[in-house]
């Protein structure tokens, strides 16, 4: 009888082992190449859309779009359209949110994809004020708002991606990933302006020149989708699946559940937008206009800078696995504030070696909170409202650190001076640094 009761639990594992060997067959797994890529890629071609707009706001998009203003108010009015993103973005988190939550996350990337990607190549072939007078300024408008729409599902899945498939320990280095397109794509929108200034004159940039790399963020577009549709789920959320953990609207669950989660992440976020978009956007408007440098002079300045972005995002991710998420985000917190108050002697200077450094310093501490922070960021929401969660707080500190951030450091710039634009930083460096001394569960 005993030796009946032994041979029954003996089958009785040997079938539970083959049905768990036969699920985990079944169950396709990612590879550590082809998560990094797909994650990658989304944000590359987030910050190579994000860069071309940015550039053209400054150069192309004044002149062409709201030529009946004055200067200054052209280029203020270019720049409020660059806003309109980052206003939609949250409106796009929670969208690509709900279904990222309860759909899967690779479904969802592919949709966010396509929807940024469409509304980047149709600026490309948008008619100009001339031509079609008001109706110009408005569908660039549209366009913009589409582009923030699909960049709001974009990052967060981008990052869930890349962080449920890392093994134990490694989650900051694999979060880093999909930083990391950061700098790529701000390194290929940057060289194709420098190339196309090269061979174009000012007259054939500014009548056709300026619609390539809008155009050609469509190449992007296809090599995205097909390294995204390769990828099978993400382990964590087929667990959910398993375990019957999703919610019914994971929007309202984050905002009756997770709300301090959510306010701090908004504010943890605030100096990393607020340093990108003074490096970026603000530097380049600034240098070309005040500092009197050649747009083809400063974008290669700027590509000198880009290159510490990219070799300090990594370095920030060994230091976030090793000592803790925490203590490298306050860390780096203190660094953007002392660096607020030499921005204005820096890129005051005027010279090669001073604006050189600014952009050197401020890059490579942008790479240092860059690179941990979509680790930070989605740790304190569970699975079942992550991508809804870390896409909120990021881009709910999009808006109030991105969206007007190059308008206000312009108008600081022009109406108080340069120095004002620092303690604007400082003040957005205060505010990240005790957001993330209340943030416990980024520490672990």
């Not at 079944?26 to 071309?52: H, Q």
């Amino acid at each position: 009888m005993e030796a009946r009761k032994l041979s029954h639990l003996s089958t009785s594992r040997t079938i539970m082992t083959i049905a768990t060997d036969s699920v985990s067959a079944a169950t396709p797994r990612n590879s550590a190449r082809r998560v990094l890529a797909a994650s990658m890629i989304g944000t590359t071609i987030e910050f190579f859309d994000f860069y071309i707009y940015a550039t053209a706001a400054v150069i192309v998009f004044p002149q062409l779009f709201f030529p009946a203003a004055d200067a200054n108010s052209a280029l203020l009015s270019s720049l409020a359209t660059f806003a309109i993103a980052f206003i939609a973005r949250p409106i796009g988190a929670a969208f690509f949110g709900h279904f990222g939550d309860k759909v899967g996350r690779k479904a969802t990337l592919v949709a966010a994809l396509l929807t940024m990607g469409i509304s980047t190549v149709l600026i490309g072939v948008l008619p100009t004020y001339e031509q079609i007078g008001i109706i110009a300024p408005l569908l660039l408008a549209l366009c913009r708002l589409g582009q923030g729409l699909g960049l709001g599902g974009e990052w967060g899945g981008a990052v869930l991606l890349a962080t449920e498939n890392a093994p134990e320990g490694k989650r900051a280095w694999y979060g880093m990933f999909p930083q990391l397109g950061a700098p790529v794509g701000f390194f290929f929108a940057t060289t194709i302006f420098l190339v196309l200034a090269h061979f174009l004159g000012d007259e054939q940039f500014m009548s056709w020149g300026w619609r390539v790399p809008f155009l050609a963020s469509a190449g992007l577009v296809i090599f995205g989708l097909f390294i995204r549709l390769k990828i099978a789920e993400t382990p964590e959320f087929a667990k959910a699946i398993e375990k019957s953990e999703r919610v019914e609207v994971p929007f309202l669950d984050v905002f009756r559940s997770h709300k301090l989660s959510l306010l701090l992440g908004t504010m943890a976020a605030l100096a990393t937008f607020v340093l990108f978009y003074i490096m970026t956007v603000f530097s380049l408007s600034y240098g070309t206009g005040a500092l009197g440098y050649s747009r083809e002079e400063f974008l290669i300045l700027q590509m000198v800078g880009v290159l510490f972005f990219g070799l300090f995002i990594p370095l920030a991710a060994v230091l976030a696995d090793r000592f803790g998420m925490r203590r490298v985000m306050i860390g780096v917190s203190i660094g953007i504030a002392l660096f607020g108050l030499v921005l204005a002697p820096l890129l005051g200077s005027g010279n090669v070696v001073g604006v050189l450094g600014f952009l050197c310093i401020g890059f490579a501490l942008m790479g240092m909170t860059y690179g941990p922070l979509g680790t930070a960021l989605a740790a304190p929401f569970p699975t079942a409202v992550r991508y809804t969660g870390a896409s909120l707080t990021f881009n709910l500190g999009g808006i109030f650190g991105a969206s007007f951030a190059p308008y206000i450091a312009t108008w600081l710039a022009g109406t108080f001076g340069l120095h004002t634009v620092g303690y604007y930083m400082i003040i957005a460096a205060v505010i990240t640094l005790l957001a993330f001394g209340f943030i416990r569960q980024t520490s672990e």
